[in-house]
């Protein structure tokens, strides 16, 4: 089955530890996406890569750091959580570039305290 | 600079009724894409729709309707005889044509969260 999958699904930690979401998909996709979801401020562009080795930021990079070392796996660290990126997070992933529809996770829901 | 905006926070409608969800639009480009995707209360996030810049003509799926107009750079989107199942957020994006010399991002509109009453 196609999908994107992330892990964990939901975490509550605290400022200043070290995290890491994990995203792969099975899909063979060359663009994947991190967005963060914020009630009133929709869905945000984290950070995407376009293909192996190759990521730029999106609109809210701060923070954050990801790494595409296989085509299909696209982590998102949180280097020193702290609780202002307390957020629903959401990786995507689609074929070519941004100008394909996406797939999405189901979503890792973070708690910094 | 992209710019997508979805002026209505929250809608609610009575079921069987029509409504229109906004989205306007900015960009510099002559090329680009318009998405609109679901939010269901259960979270995960669906694709509906793709369209390109150079195609104008509105869409039909089921009771869904699109109707894109570049004169006012808007992308709005209508569910006939609405049902509760459509209660939901939903979410206009744009991308620009990618090349070396710019971004690839996308930008997603704040969303409209809809509310079909029984």
């Known amino acids: 089955e196609a999908q994107v999958t992330q892990n964990p699904r939901y975490l509550i930690t605290v400022t200043g530890k070290k995290l890491t979401v994990t995203c792969s998909q099975n899909?063979?996709?060359?663009?994947m996406s991190w967005y963060r979801q914020d009630p009133g401020l929709g869905l945000r562009q984290i950070y995407y890569?376009?293909?192996?080795?190759?990521?730029d930021k999106g609109d809210v990079p701060e923070g954050y750091k990801v790494s595409r070392k296989e085509k299909r796996n696209f982590p998102l660290i949180l280097e020193s959580p702290s609780p202002n990126q307390t957020s629903l997070y959401f990786c995507?992933?689609?074929?070519?570039?941004?100008?394909?529809?996406?797939?999405f996770g189901d979503g890792t829901r973070l708690s910094i305290l | 600079a992209q710019k997508v905006t979805q002026a209505q926070t929250e809608i609610s409608v009575v079921e069987k009724e029509d409504v229109t969800l906004d989205c306007v639009y900015e960009?510099?480009?002559?090329?680009?894409?318009l998405f609109w995707y679901k939010q269901p209360p259960s979270g995960e996030l669906v694709f509906l729709i793709r369209?390109?810049?150079?195609?104008?003509q509105n869409e039909i799926s089921g009771r869904y309707s699109w109707n894109f107009q570049k004169s006012t750079s808007s992308f709005n989107f209508t569910i006939t005889a609405s049902q509760v199942v459509d209660s939901a957020v939903y979410f206009c994006?744009?991308?620009?044509?990618?090349?070396?010399?710019?971004?690839?991002?996308?930008?997603f509109g704040k969303g409209t969260r809809l509310h079909i009453l029984p």
């Open positions: 995507a992933s689609n074929r070519g570039n941004s100008n394909q529809p996406q797939h």
């Open positions: 899909m063979n996709h060359e663009y």
């Open positions: 890569s376009m293909n192996v080795e190759v990521t």
């Open positions: 960009t510099r480009d002559t090329t680009y894409y």
């Open positions: 369209r390109n810049s150079f195609d104008e």
């Open positions: 994006a744009l991308s620009e044509t990618p090349n070396k010399n710019r971004d690839d991002k996308i930008i």
